[in-house]
T-cell receptor, first 113, second 115 residues
Framework: EAGVVQSPRYKIIEKKQPVAFWCNPI?????LYWYLQNLGQGPELLIR????????DSQLPKDRFSAERLKGVDSTLKIQPAELGDSAVYLC???????????FGQGTRLTVV | AQSVTQLDSQVPVFEEAPVELRCNYS??????LFWYVQYPNQGLQLLLK??????LVKGINGFEAEFNKSQTSFHLRKPSVHISDTAEYFC?????????????FGSGTRLSIRP
C-alpha cells in the first residue's frame, strides 16, 4: 500500500513569489493534515480536513496561506506571497476514521531566498 | 488542552550503550501518547503508542516506553543503540476522547550515536 505522497520534495523560491505543495493521502483516509516543521522544532498543525471540509484551520496564517481539498482526496497548500520566514518543512499526514495516529509523508522542504 | 515537553534537545551516546529519551506531558483529560522517529530528510514514522492497558509499550526497532500517570511521563528507552538509530525523536500527545485529530508534538530530541 502506498503511503502519503508529497511533491515536490524540495523547492527554492525568491521571496514574494507564490508556491504550492501537493499531497495525496493514503487511500481511504478521510482525514488530512498539513503540518509546519521549523528547523529544530516539532511539527505544528496548520490545518485539518475531514473529507473536503476544513475543520481546524485556527493556526493557518490566512493572509498568505490557503489550502484546498476539493474532492476530499488530495490537497494543495499554497503560500502567496512567500516570506523568508516561511522556509521550513511542510508535512502532510492522513488518518482513517478511528485511527489513533497520523501517517506522514516525506515532506516538502521550502527555502525562500 | 495538551502540551508536551521533551527535556533534552540532544542526546549523544556510544554505540551499544543504553539510552533514555525523556518526555513529560500536560493534560486535563485522559491521553494517548506517541513516539515518532524522523530520519534525515524523511517524514515521521510511528515508533510506538500508548492507548490504554499495560503501561509498558513495545515498539519497532527494539524501542520501548513506559507510561507513568503520576509523573505524567512517557520516556523512551532502548537497551542497546545502533548507528542506524541516529535520528530525531518526537514525543506526542492527543486527547483520548477523539481520534488522531489533535496530535501535539514536542520539540524533539536529536539522538546521535558515537561509534
Amino acid at each position: 500500500e502506498a503511503g502519503v505522497v508529497q511533491s515536490p520534495r524540495y523547492k527554492i523560491i525568491e521571496k514574494k513569489q507564490p508556491v504550492a505543495f501537493w499531497c495525496n493521502p493514503i487511500s481511504g483516509h478521510n482525514t488530512l493534515y498539513w503540518y509546519l516543521q521549523n528547523l529544530g522544532q516539532g511539527p505544528e498543525l496548520l490545518i485539518r480536513y475531514e473529507n473536503e471540509e476544513a475543520v481546524d484551520d485556527s493556526q493557518l496564517p490566512k493572509d498568505r496561506f490557503s489550502a484546498e481539498r476539493l474532492k476530499g482526496v488530495d490537497s494543495t497548500l499554497k503560500i502567496q506571497p512567500a516570506e523568508l520566514g516561511d522556509s521550513a518543512v511542510y508535512l502532510c499526514a492522513s488518518s482513517a476514521t478511528g485511527d489513533t495516529e497520523a501517517f506522514f509523508g516525506q515532506g516538502t522542504r521550502l527555502t525562500v531566498v | 488542552a495538551q502540551s508536551v515537553t521533551q527535556l533534552d534537545s540532544q542526546v549523544p551516546v556510544f554505540e551499544e550503550a543504553p539510552v533514555e529519551l525523556r518526555c513529560n506531558y500536560s493534560s486535563s483529560v485522559s491521553v494517548y501518547l506517541f513516539w515518532y522517529v524522523q530520519y534525515p530528510n524523511q517524514g515521521l514514522q510511528l515508533l510506538l503508542k500508548y492507548l490504554s492497558g499495560s503501561t509498558l509499550v513495545k515498539g519497532i526497532n527494539g524501542f520501548e516506553a513506559e507510561f507513568n500517570k503520576s509523573q505524567t511521563s512517557f520516556h523512551l528507552r532502548k537497551p542497546s543503540v545502533h548507528i542506524s538509530d541516529t535520528a530525531e525523536y518526537f514525543c506526542a500527545v492527543s486527547g483520548s476522547y477523539s481520534s488522531a485529530s489533535k496530535i501535539i508534538f514536542g520539540s524533539g530530541t536529536r539522538l546521535s550515536i558515537r561509534p
